[in-house]
């Protein structure tokens, strides 16, 4: 989808308007009107945008061929091992959040990975976790 700057500058973000992405990851289509050029598309649960978009907002997702482009395969990052002896990897962003009995899970997408990595996480194992402060 297009991006919206104005999400961005109400949230605080201190950057100049080129520097913003013009899209953002790809969402699952719900509802295909090909007479109205219209689309409704599934957002995070916390997104306040129109779930419906005109064809000109949009633009298609093309996965990487590694058999065509092979240096263009991103690499996955290191496992980082911390002091105590346990393995960390870095969060990119979470995607989704969920209740599930008294607490909350989140769908969280891992740095260098892709989307059949994701995970649910309990709100606990994210404490003082930076990609939940953004969420």
Same mark, same amino acid.
């Not at 520097?19 to 295909?32: D, E, G, K, S, T």
């Not at 008294?102 to 990975?113: A, I, N, P, R």
């Given at each position: 989808?297009?991006?919206?700057?104005?999400?961005?500058?109400?949230?605080?973000?201190?950057?100049?308007?080129?520097? #913003? /992405?013009?899209?953002?990851?790809?969402?699952? *289509?719900?509802?295909?009107?090909?007479?109205?050029?219209?689309?409704?598309? =599934?957002?995070?649960?916390?997104?306040?945008?129109?779930?419906?978009?005109?064809?000109?907002?949009?633009?298609?997702?093309?996965?990487?061929?590694?058999?065509?482009?092979?240096?263009?395969?991103?690499?996955?990052?290191?496992?980082?091992? #911390? /002091?105590?002896?346990?393995?960390?990897?870095? *969060?990119?962003?979470?995607?989704?959040?969920?209740?599930?009995?008294?607490? =909350?899970?989140?769908?969280?997408?891992?740095?260098?990975?892709?989307?059949?990595?994701?995970?649910?996480?309990?709100?606990?194992?994210?404490?003082?976790?930076?990609?939940?402060?953004?969420?």
């Amino acid at each position: 989808t297009l991006d919206r700057r104005h999400e961005y500058l109400s949230k605080g973000a201190k950057q100049v308007a080129k520097f #913003m /992405p013009c899209f953002n990851r790809p969402y699952r *289509i719900l509802v295909a009107d090909p007479m109205t050029s219209f689309y409704t598309l =599934k957002l995070p649960t916390h997104s306040y945008m129109s779930l419906t978009f005109h064809v000109s907002q949009l633009q298609a997702f093309i996965v990487n061929d590694p058999m065509l482009f092979p240096t263009h395969v991103p690499t996955q990052p290191k496992l980082v091992l #911390m /002091p105590d002896g346990k393995l960390e990897h870095h *969060i990119d962003h979470i995607i989704e959040e969920q209740y599930v009995g008294h607490g =909350k899970q989140y769908l969280v997408c891992w740095s260098g990975f892709g989307p059949a990595d994701n995970e649910w996480l309990s709100w606990k194992d994210l404490d003082k976790c930076k990609a939940l402060d953004i969420w």
